[in-house]
């Protein structure tokens, strides 16, 4: 997803690569609120069909909460 454009996709399918990703089921409530507070903040949309991002994310630079210094 890195650095170009990213098709759009269903809910499933993006729980699916997240919980692939970071490694750990999700719960549905929560899988739903992380994607709410995506579209919340405008990293997302959905209108009438798959979500989608609005602009490309940088994840080069993401961290894993165990990565975080405090």
């Known amino acids: 997803m890195q650095g170009r454009e990213v098709a759009a996709h269903t809910w499933s399918q993006l729980k699916t690569c997240l919980e692939t990703r970071i490694g750990r089921r999700l719960n549905n409530s929560q899988f739903t609120r992380y994607l709410r507070e995506l579209r919340d903040y405008g ?15 940088d994840t080069s630079r993401a961290v894993t909460p165990e990565e975080r210094v405090n």
């Open 43 to 57: 990293f997302i949309e959905k209108d009438r069909g798959p979500l989608r991002l609005r602009r490309p994310i």
